[in-house]
């Protein structure tokens, strides 16, 4: 691998947890990673909390001076005014987030929110400083067709073709196929190593290889600690966009020591 990237581990509990359960969940983690000696500085961990466990997230982490980054799962275009129910992207930064989620398929299917709304969400949080994790993948009848690969480059293609390098580099990439999440089924490894790759070398046709290497492009869809040794293995794969396996703070952990030890194998 021409360039080195630091692998992340991101669980998104989507709509669960209250405040009470999130910093409980939270402390459970911190002290099983304690316990397992976990290297932080070769493997990042993400959490992805409801915008009401925000907060309290933020001042548990703080307080105890945890190595654990988190972020928002979703984030208005706009920067303030009579947008009922918003939250913009300069308030989720003042919590202390490093990451938002944008594109995830479950918001684009019940919100809904298009590629022109996609767009303007990575915007504003590259703006606000902050790391956008753009999720991209394809459903089971655009892989039936045999156009999975294609699709998802477009997608990503779409919403980079007027970022600047420096904008394209801050990227994450998440490939999730719409058929394997929340549905047991996985992506073999194979599959997940091919759709990245084809997104790392569109990415370098774009921009170049620097910007193509810097990218991380993680995996999501039923990971668990049974299936995660296999997909971190894929060169291209550089971590995790993991859902329900998220909300079991012992499963999280086996996740994050099986990438962990991936990059001291030199996968």
């Known amino acids: 691998m021409a360039f080195k990237r630091i692998p992340l581990v991101a669980g998104n509990w989507k709509m669960n947890f209250d405040h009470l359960e999130a910093t409980y969940f939270v402390q459970k983690l911190a002290w099983l990673l304690r316990d397992a000696h976990f290297d932080f500085k070769r493997c990042e961990i993400a959490l992805f909390p409801s915008f009401t466990s ?22 208005s275009v ?3 005014g009579a947008f009922t129910g918003d939250v913009s992207a300069d308030m989720i930064a003042h919590l202390g987030c490093s990451y938002v989620i944008v594109g995830h398929s479950e918001r684009r299917k019940y919100h809904p929110e298009d590629d022109a709304n996609i767009v303007d969400q990575v915007r ?3 703006a606000a400083g902050m790391q956008p994790i753009l999720c991209v993948g394809e459903s089971f009848e655009e892989r039936r067709q045999g156009i999975e690969l294609d699709f998802a480059v477009g997608q990503v293609r779409d919403v980079t073709r ?36 084809a997104i790392r070398e569109d990415l370098k046709a774009t921009f170049g290889e620097k910007v193509s290497e810097s990218v991380r492009i993680l995996y999501g869809g039923s990971v668990t600690s049974k299936n995660a040794e296999e997909l971190i293995q894929q060169p291209d794969v550089d971590g995790f966009l993991i859902g329900g396996a998220a909300l079991n703070a012992d499963e999280l952990s086996k996740i994050a020591r099986i990438v962990l030890k991936s990059t001291k194998s030199g996968r």
Do not use: K, N
């Open 78 to 80: 706009t920067t303030q």
């Open 124 to 126: 504003a949080v590259l």
């Open 162 to 197: 007027d970022l600047s390098d420096e904008e394209a580099a801050r990227l994450i990439v998440a490939y999730e196929p719409v058929w394997a999440i929340g549905t047991g089924m996985v992506a073999t490894p194979q599959s997940a190593q091919d759709a990245s790759q």
């Open 54 to 75: 925000l907060r309290s997230v933020q001042v548990l982490i703080e307080a105890d001076h945890l190595r654990i980054s988190y972020g928002a799962q979703s984030v």
